[in-house]
């Protein structure tokens, strides 16, 4: 096995890739959950821009516009969001203030980093907890032009903070272990 040279103080020396054992089964599960959100989201993407250039097709060439198309549009680019920012969080492409930290001392950069993702898995299990009070309390309603629940609406913000946490609760384990997490888009 090459060695791995950090290049910044944030590099480790080892990726979760080349972990064995029971933490190897962690890591590849959260990549492969990863990897199926980021792979949700491209799809999400897709029918959006589907949705969009119907809706276009729709006004300007029947003089007919589908109803539905909007509200679809609108309810996937909540999922295709909640589900790109969890996997920004697992990939570490989140805002970050790096330029700041980088001459600080390695537990100082431990302490950042540790503080940051525990904000994160704060942040993610409000969000998470909001958003279920939210389905919930919508489920009733009825979207007007697309026979879908009002509450799917809010289902992604239970989606997306529960995978924030997941994500985040693993940089914390990857970081304390001194390893690099690869990104789920390799």
């Known amino acids: 096995m090459a060695e791995y040279k950090p290049t910044s103080p944030h590099s480790a020396r080892l990726k979760t890739t080349e972990v064995t054992?029971?933490?190897?089964?962690?890591?590849?599960?959260?990549?492969?959950?990863?990897?199926?959100?980021?792979?949700?989201?491209?799809?999400?993407?897709?029918?959006?821009?589907?949705?969009?250039?119907?809706?276009?097709?729709?006004?300007?060439?029947?003089?007919?516009?589908?109803?539905?198309?909007?509200?679809?549009?609108?309810?996937?680019?909540?999922y295709v969001s909640c589900l790109a920012a969890a996997v920004g969080v697992r990939d570490g492409r989140h805002i970050g203030m790096e330029s700041l930290l980088k001459k600080a001392p390695r537990p100082v950069l431990l302490f950042a980093d540790l503080s940051v993702y525990a904000g994160m898995i704060g942040f993610g299990a409000a969000m998470a907890w909001g958003g279920s009070i939210l389905a919930v309390a919508m489920m009733d309603y009825v979207n007007p032009g697309l026979p879908i629940s009002q509450g799917w609406s809010y289902v992604p913000l239970v989606l997306g903070g529960g995978l924030i946490v997941i994500f985040a609760i693993e940089r914390i384990v990857a970081r304390l272990m001194n390893l690099e997490i690869v990104p789920s888009w390799h």
Do not use: H, M
Not at 52 to 63: A, D, E
């Open 21 to 78: 054992g029971v933490l190897a089964y962690y890591f590849r599960f959260n990549a492969a959950l990863s990897k199926i959100c980021l792979k949700a989201a491209v799809a999400g993407l897709i029918v959006i821009t589907t949705s969009v250039l119907t809706q276009i097709f729709g006004r300007y060439v029947l003089n007919d516009s589908p109803t539905w198309t909007e509200i679809l549009a609108l309810v996937l680019i909540l």
